[in-house]
């Protein structure tokens, strides 16, 4: 079952609904808003040079914690990263082995205690297996996993 909540737009008013609870314009004041925002950055490179200096400052004042959140990754999943590693001397195939899309390519381990057993997948598939409970989805019915 798909979830979907009825809300209302913030900025018409109207009734919309939205798979997820963070969608806060419909379909035209979304287009609206966009078309704005990017007149807005297309035409004020300074706006944009600020923004990317202000992320600098914010990745070098968090930098310490960055490396703190990476190191209790590191120490919490050691299979994950010795199977990141054992995957990076592995080239991706030409297309996704699901569905054939040849775009935005990803790898996917289906067990990482075998780091080597990859698959390669599109985005939209490797979002998919990603999905908890995967097996009780609607996609499980069209989507064979595994290898």
Known sequence: MVYKKIL???ICKKNMTSRTARR????????????????????????RV?????????QKNNQEARTIRQRE??????ERILAHNLSQKIKR???CELCGENKV??????????PLLLS???STCHAIQHI??????RYAEVIVCGV
């Open 73 to 78: 990754y590191t120490k919490n999943n050691p």
């Open 132 to 137: 908890k409970k995967f097996n009780e989805s």
């Open 8 to 10: 209302k737009c913030t």
């Open 105 to 114: 390519l990803q790898k996917h381990h289906w067990n990482y205690s075998n």
């Open 24 to 47: 806060l314009r419909c379909t035209e004041c979304k287009k609206i808003y966009l078309r704005k925002y990017k007149k807005e950055w297309l035409n004020n490179p300074g706006k």
């Open 120 to 122: 390669t997948l599109c």
């Open 50 to 58: 600020a923004a990317y200096a202000v992320a600098k400052i914010y």
């Open 93 to 95: 195939k030409e297309c």
